[in-house]
């Protein structure tokens, strides 16, 4: 089966603001056996509406309209699917009356264009819509003589994603044949984007029967596989079997199995080991803590961390010597192994990680030059670091090398 | 005049992956007079390309078409213009020698897949692309009578935007009516979203020839107005008298009236008054800092900063007495003063900020509910905090309690 998206909206056409509730539907449609073959963004034209949604009935067999059905004169979704289908639009009693309760209970007097959310599409159901004063609508029709389904969402996430897996998906099973999905999530840290694809696209092109998305971000790749059967224990035998090759393959590359973030993967070993871990970070601002505070319940293992920009603080936070910085300098892996040493016996942690480098856009010179990144891991019994050199511009180069940090603490951890 | 851009590639229509390029050329297109009236995401199927090719040209004057100018055999976007505008591919040998050179340079086998990156549209011109293999083209044609031009844009953004600023914007400003535009981006922090459309929908509705867009985000306006006009001195005119009838209103939640960011406007009021910054945070778990050191040169003014989760580490780095966490709790305005207090004499800076909250998703009784958070800003003459309460999940309390930090320092500072 296929489907098409439109949001309906001229922000969105604007340099600012994307539609993001595609994203979301598409996951779900996904998930019960339907394919996004199209996504369109229009305006708030009437003339524009009415061409998409008929371009879309004649290429599709599932529509789903996100947005316009709120109360302004911009807001045209309905009469644009009663004008490209010549359905008429009734004014729904009981809506009416709930439009009214609604203006009642806020203690706000309704203006007469409100009532307008009370129409509905002839042969359409209303969709009940309990966090926003829009119902959405369903209809299931012809179009061309084909059967086509036609879904119109309101556009705030808050409403629109709510109500489409209380009412359109169940709907939707209930119209299509019955499908089981299976999916599973790889994730694999540091690996360089050809070696991956090298290694990893001999074997999941043999799998025909599932799809496999591969996203790479700064220094993270993240593989989905999708297969879709008509039997569930077919659909996960074939998922895992793909997931247990591509594991082997990306050896200690890989973190997660389940989609878990690497962040959370390092709380978790640190979680199993009853270890503390605090931070020492120059170079990446904060973003090492960021990232793992933005995980529910890190305070249970990681004590803090300090951004140390400059020397003194180094000192002070961390317990650098002067001396070690003016000898190697601040980007250098002795101030690395110094921080992460230093800010773990201050914090009284389980194990430190010290970050220090270069992330431009000015400050570089011919032997450190921007990019250069020494991290370093200290426990009890040792303290190692690494060099590295990312290219990119200042926010590349944090995202790298916060990447690069939380990949080393793991693989000390594991 | 009337654009679509089409975005070609099945990968962004899966769950995970979206068009920006769209986003790019939108901002550009705006800036020399031409309105993006459709956008579309298409798979890589031959038909359903050249179906949305047709589509687009029947409903706009300018297509551009993104991606799917690579050598695979999922790139079709030449075989699909020239299937719906039934004109004949002609291989440059111009282009493939140039291939041939780039694979020798490279050192690297060509695969004969590689040529058809050489194939140019009957009547178009091949647009230079130094980031890649796959030329861009340019093709000013007829449809069904009409004049239309249209664009073939590789797809990494890394090609796409370079090409289109030197190749293609010169081109389309040559062709269309010459537009002068001017704009203006001006930002506000922490003003209720309401209280804003309040004030200012009623003056910038009556500037018709002017279009602002208003985004808001977790504490942040941001306006931006746009006035396209033949003559550059009227456009400029219009957009500055419309910002200051805004700003007047906006008074002083207003920050910035050219587009920077909060993190830069306080940074350069720093700068002005020749003063650093140190940070103790706790609930926002580095993200002020993260914030503060994404800018380059921050280093300049912020000394640096300290996540301190645990309470141990608030007395061990901001010399937080345990007596007052005991007495008070860590969440209180007594430990958010002795925080940016603490933090400031620690750091030897002008100004110390301390935060301290619940950020969820537990944690929270009825006293101190999640979402709690305090605020203090110190120097040498005073410290003051202020308490605030945010609604949402982790992330977003993270980011409303990050941007009142810094609000709340630039408040201090003006």
């Known amino acids: 089966m296929k489907s098409e998206i439109i949001a309906v909206g001229s922000e969105m056409l604007t340099p600012w603001r994307q539609d993001t509730n595609s994203l979301y539907l598409t996951e779900k449609l996904n998930e019960i056996g339907v394919t996004v073959a199209f996504k369109t963004v229009v305006g708030d034209r009437r003339k524009d509406l009415v061409g998409a949604i008929r371009t879309a009935l004649g290429r599709t ?5 996100i947005g316009g059905l709120g109360p302004t004169e911009d807001d045209l979704t309905r009469e644009a699917v009663a004008e490209a289908l010549s359905l008429t639009l009734r004014r729904d009693a009981t809506q009416v009356a709930a439009l009214h309760a609604r203006a009642a209970t806020w203690r706000i007097p309704m203006p007469s264009n409100n009532l307008k959310q009370a ?3 002839e042969g359409a159901a209303l969709l009940p819509n309990p966090n926003g004063s829009a119902p959405g609508q369903w209809l299931d029709t012809k179009f061309a003589a084909y059967r086509k389904l036609i879904l119109l969402l309101p556009g705030p996430p808050g409403e629109c994603r709510p109500l489409f897996d209380a009412e359109c998906i169940p709907r939707l099973r209930a119209v299509l044949p019955v499908r089981s999905i299976a999916r599973r999530t790889l994730r694999a840290a540091m690996i360089p984007e050809s070696q991956a694809d090298k290694l990893l696209a001999p074997i999941y092109t043999t799998y025909a029967d599932v799809e496999t998305t591969i996203l790479a971000n700064a220094g993270d790749i993240q593989l989905t596989l999708l297969c879709s059967k008509s039997n569930a224990a077919d659909a996960r035998q074939r998922v895992d079997e793909l997931a247990g090759r591509l594991e082997e393959a990306l050896e200690d590359w890989l973190y997660s199995s389940d989609g878990e973030t690497l962040e959370q993967i390092v709380l978790y070993y640190l979680g199993l080991r009853q270890a503390t871990l605090a931070v020492a970070e120059s170079c ?5 803590s960021e990232r793992i505070t933005s995980v529910p319940g890190s305070s249970r293992s990681f004590l803090g961390g300090v951004v140390v920009y400059s020397n003194e603080l180094k000192t002070v936070f961390a317990n650098v010597p002067p001396e070690l910085i003016a000898q190697y300098g601040a980007v250098s ?12 016996l201050r914090a009284g942690a389980t194990f430190g990680v010290g970050v220090t480098g270069i992330a431009g856009p000015t400050g570089g010179t011919e032997l450190k030059p921007i990019g250069l990144v020494h991290i370093a891991v200290s426990d009890a019994q040792k303290t190692e670091s690494v060099e590295r050199i990312f290219r990119g511009d200042r926010t590349r180069i944090h995202q790298w090398a916060t990447q690069q940090t939380l990949d080393l603490v793991r693989r000390r951890l594991r």
């Open 61 to 65: 067999d599932i529509l789903a309209l």
């Open 119 to 121: 129409d509905v599409l």
């Open 284 to 288: 990446t601002g904060g973003m090492v």
């Open 333 to 344: 892996s002795e101030v690395a192994k110094a921080l992460a040493n230093g800010i773990r």
